[in-house]
C-alpha cells in the first residue's frame, strides 16, 4: 500500500492504509463505538455494513465505466454479472446511505438496502443482515459507524478498493473471534494456522475443499497465496460446506468481498450426516474440524463408504473427519487437517486401529505439532496432518514429487510461535516459511534444496520405527525433542493432579524431617 492511502474515523481523524496497523486503528475506533453491545451481536451489524460498502464501491466503479462508454449498458444488470459484480439498486447504495446516515430511520434504510441487493442477486439470498432496524440497536451509533466505514478505500477503485476492503474484513474476523472467545473459534482459524497448512500443501490449481469452512479464512489464504506467487486466481475452483448457517453467512460475505467465486453450501445437518459434495473429489482440501465432538451422530453411520480404515467411534468425531477427507481426495490430492493431539496417539474404541491402518496405507505424508495457545476457542494443543492420496510420486505444480512410501516426516514446532498478547500466540513468517521449506525439502520439490533432519525439529522416520512405537505419530517420539505434555489432559484436571502431587511431597517431607530431628536428637543434638 502506498503512503498516502486514507481513511477517516469516526472524528474524521485520517488512518492511512499504508502503515502497519491501519487495521487495528480502524477496528479500535468501530469498538469504542460498539458501546455495551455484545461482541457477538455488533459483528453482525459491523460486518454487513463492510460488505454493503465493498459491493457498493464495486458497482459504483463499473457503473461509471459504463456510463462513459454507453449510458444504456449502464443500467444492464448483466453487464455487471458478466465482470462478477453485484447490481446495487440505488436506494441501497452507500452514497445514499451515507447521505442518510444521521437519520432516525437509518436501520430501516439499511435493512431495505439488504433486502433489495438479495431480491437482485440470487447468489445474496439469505445471506446478509437484516436486523438494523432493532429497537435495541443504537441508530446513532449506527450513523458514527457508516461515517467510519465510509472513509475505507475512499477514492480508490477495482481491485485496489476491494484488497482493502478485503483486508478490513478478515482484520475485524479475527478480532471478533477472540472478543468472542471460545464461540469466536467456531468460525474463525488463526491466520497463521492456516497460513502453514496453505504454504505446505500449495494450492496452484485444481479444487480446493473445506467440509467445515467456518468463515471461509482457509479459502481467503489459499487465494492469496496463488496471487502472491504468480499464478491465475481463476485456477482454482473453491467448494465449502458450513452446517452453522450464521457462520455460512460470514463466509458467503467473506468470499464475496475478496471478489471469490465459491460453492460454498449449507445444511444444519453437516457433512457426515448431509454430505452436500458427495461426489467431489478434491485436488487439496485444508480443513479445522472442531476437536473432540462427542455428538456428532456417528451411532447412525456405522455403515458408511467414508469409513475405508474402520468405523470411527461414536464418541469423538476425529477419525471420521480424517477419513472423510481422505474419501473426498482426488487421485493426486492432498489435505492438510488441524486437530487435537490426542488424535496421534488415542488407543480407545478403535482409533490405533484406524490410524494403524492409515499408516500401513501410506496415506499419511507428515505430521506437524504446534506451539500451544495458537486458538481463541481452546487451550488443547493441536497438530496437523498431512494427507497425501498418492505417495509413490504426486503432483505438484505438474512435477513430480520423489516416492516417500514406507516414509512419515515429523516436524516439532511446538517451541516456535511469539506471544501476541497474554493468552495467544502466533507464528511468524520466518517460522512459517521454515516449517513449509521443510515439507518441500523432504517431498522432493524441484528447487526445495535437500532435506535434511534436524535434532529437535525434524526427522524422515520409516514405517518400521512407527511400527516400534506402536502407530504413534506424536512428532516427540521421532525428532528427539525434550518431553513435553503430549495428551489433551484440561488444565483444571493437571491442576488438581500436580496440587495432589504437590501436597503428599510436602506431607512426605515433613514425615522425613520429623525423622531426621529424632536421629540427631539420639545421638545428642538439640534441634
Known sequence: ??????????????????????????????????????PSDYKHVALGLIFLKYISDAFETRHAQLLAEDAAAAEDKDEYLADNIFWVPSAARWSHLQANAKQPTI?????????AIEKDNESLKGVLPKDYARPALNKVMLGELIDLISGIALNEEGDRSKDILGRVYEYFLGQFAGA??????????????????????????????????????????????????????????IYGQESNYTTWRLAKMNLAVRGIDSDIRWNNEGSFHKDELRDLKADFILANPPFNISDWGGERLREDVRWAFGAPPVGNANYAWLQHIAHHLAPHGFAGVVLANGSMSSQQSGEGDIRKAMIEANIV???????????????????????????????????????RRGEVLFIDARKLGVLVDRTRRELTDGEIGRIAATYHAWRGE????????????????????????????????????????????????KMQRLTAQLFEQTKRGAELDAVIRDKLGALGYGV
Request: net charge negative; charged share 25%.
Open 1 to 38: 500500500m502506498a503512503q498516502n492511502d486514507t481513511a477517516k474515523n469516526g472524528n474524521g481523524t485520517v488512518l492511512k492504509q499504508g502503515q502497519l496497523g491501519f487495521e487495528a486503528e480502524l477496528f479500535k475506533a468501530a469498538d469504542k463505538l460498539r458501546g455495551n453491545m455484545e
Open 180 to 237: 468472542e472467545g471460545k464461540r469466536g473459534g467456531e468460525f474463525y482459524t488463526p491466520r497463521s494456522v492456516v497460513r502453514v497448512l496453505v504454504e505446505m500443501l500449495e494450492p496452484y490449481s485444481g479444487r480446493v475443499y473445506d467440509p467445515c469452512c467456518g468463515s471461509g479464512g482457509m479459502f481467503v489464504q489459499s487465494e492469496k497465496f496463488v496471487h502472491e506467487h504468480g499464478g491465475r486466481i481463476g485456477d482454482i475452483a
Open 365 to 403: 505424508d507428515c505430521m506437524v505439532a504446534l506451539p500451544g495457545q495458537l486458538f481463541y476457542s481452546t487451550q488443547i494443543p493441536a497438530c496437523l496432518w498431512i494427507l497425501a492420496k498418492d505417495r509413490s510420486n504426486g503432483l505438484v505444480k505438474k512435477t513430480k514429487l520423489r516416492d
Open 107 to 115: 436501520g430501516t434504510l439499511i435493512d431495505d438496502a439488504m433486502r
Open 446 to 493: 524441484a528447487n526445495a534444496g535437500e532435506y535434511a533432519d534436524i535434532p529437535g525439529f525434524c526427522k524422515s522416520a520409516t514405517l518400521d520405527a512407527i511400527r516400534k512405537h506402536d502407530y504413534v505419530l506424536t512428532p516427540g517420539r521421532y525428532v528427539g525433542a525434550e518431553a513435553q505434555d503430549e495428551d489433551d489432559e484440561a488444565f483444571a484436571e
